[in-house]
Each structure stands twice: as C-alpha cells, then as structure tokens.
C-alpha cells in the first residue's frame, strides 16, 4: 500500500522560496503520477503542480514561472520548489499519487487514489 508523506512546510516572508518533498513509501513512485494540492483556510482544494510518470510536469497558473516540480525515482520523491512566496500561497499542501498516469490532464482531487497528510505553508510578513 502506498503511503505518501509531505515535508519542508514552514513559514516564509513574501519573496521567500520552501522546497517541500513527497516521500513514498510502501511501493516505488515510478508508475504513479503525482499532483501538488493546496487548500487554504475556507477554500476548496486546488491543483498547484502535476508531474507524470513519465516527467511530464504542468503546473495550475497560480504557480506557473514560480514553482518547479520534479522527481528523484531513485529516492521515490517528488519535490515542489516554490520561490517569490505570496501571501496568497499560505495553504497546506497536499501531494497525492495516481497509478499508471503517464501525462497530466486537469486536478481533479477524484483522480487521485493516495493522499498524504499534507504540510503547511505560511506565507507573511
């Protein structure tokens, strides 16, 4: 059973940059497919990120040109760098695994049969 943990949450001043990582375990991440979520307070959970099992990666417009995914299936890891933090980025973020993707199409939560705990993300000044 895959198991997926989050880490690297914390808090930041505007400008500032966190790299959060998707640790797997209980199986390897090279088939799975791995999307980057975040739900701030009285908000609905959104599609920040996306890399295939392949490494396609795609990223929602709110971090388009400022955060970058990528993956290390040696480590089974999936990270999430994500520099000039706003305050509007303050969330916790989920990462979360699909088998078998091999592209990225959309963010819907539902496409996604594992979730971690998520870790939080406070950005302010």
């Known amino acids: 059973q895959l198991q997926l943990v989050e880490s690297g949450g914390g808090s930041v001043q505007p400008g500032g940059s966190l790299r959060l990582s998707c640790a797997a375990s209980?199986?390897?991440?090279?088939?799975?497919?791995i999307g980057w979520f975040r739900q701030a307070p009285g908000k609905e959970r959104e599609g920040v990120s996306c890399i295939s099992a392949v490494g396609t990666m795609d990223y929602a417009e709110s971090a388009r040109g400022r955060f970058t995914v990528s993956r290390d299936n040696a480590k089974d890891t999936v990270y999430l760098e994500m520099n000039s933090l706003k305050p509007d980025d303050t969330a916790v973020y989920y990462c979360?695994?699909?088998?078998?993707?091999?592209?990225?199409?959309?963010?819907?939560?539902?496409?996604?049969?594992?979730w971690g705990q998520g870790t939080q993300v406070t950005v302010s000044s």
């Open positions: 979360a695994a699909s088998y078998g993707y091999y592209y990225c199409s959309g963010y819907n939560p539902s496409d996604y049969g594992y």
């Open positions: 209980g199986a390897t991440l090279d088939d799975y497919r």
